[in-house]
């Protein structure tokens, strides 16, 4: 599995990860101890923040461009 880091919009800091929820696995747990995850928990929010800074600890969702569709 690749691991991304992207760029936190708080402190600007290339320590971005993606938020894992749901029972992590033993390789998920290693993962979030080398800083390359993060553990969200077992409930899924679809509301809920999908990318966490391990500097600063900020957590934000992914804006996301909204696709429209004209049918005719």
Known sequence: MSVRKYVCP???QKT???IL???PS???FEMAERKEIALGGCCIDIE???RSCTSCGHEWRIKRQEIKFEFK
């Open 16 to 18: 971005g990860v993606d």
């Open 48 to 50: 809920g923040p999908e």
């Open 10 to 12: 708080a402190c600007k």
């Open 26 to 28: 033993h390789e998920a």
């Open 21 to 23: 929820y749901g029972m």
